[in-house]
Nanobody, 124 residues
Framework: EVQLQASGGGLVQAGGSLRLSCATS????????IGWFRQAPGKEREGVSC????????LYGDSMKGRFTVSTDNAKKTVYLQINSLKPEDTANYFC?????????????????WGPGTQVTVSS
């Protein structure tokens, strides 16, 4: 059974940092791209970042460059999202999703599996 579980969210003050984790199981981790997405109430889903586990290539959403860093630990089958200098507009539910392909596809919203998100709330 494929599972993706995001964790690490919480309530933080603006300017703070968080590291989100996406723990996975049930699929060949090294052959998949894993992306992070976020969705705030009343807003469309946004692609935050993605990493190809096969070659380590990363991709970021246009408005996500600079404060977001995606990384992977193949041994733990876990992908991380470091968010620095958090802003109130970063408040959203963050979830991870995977596709047996490349990040360009994932960031366009093509993914096979996804999991429950973790809530990030940034206070001003």
């Amino acid at each position: 059974e494929v599972q993706l579980q995001a964790s690490g969210g919480g309530l933080v003050q603006a300017g703070g940092s968080l590291r989100l984790s996406c723990a996975t199981s049930g699929f060949s981790f090294a052959n998949y791209a894993i992306g992070w997405f976020r969705q705030a109430p009343g807003k469309e889903r946004e692609g935050v970042s993605c990493i190809n586990n096969s070659d380590g290539k990363t991709l970021y959403g246009d408005s996500m460059k600079g404060r977001f860093t995606v990384s992977t630990d193949n041994a733990k089958k876990t992908v991380y999202l470091q968010i620095n200098s958090l802003k109130p507009e970063d408040t959203a539910n963050y979830f991870c999703a995977t596709y047996m392909g490349i990040c360009e596809s994932v960031m366009r919203g093509r993914y096979d599996y996804w999991g429950p998100g973790t809530q990030v709330t940034v206070s001003s």
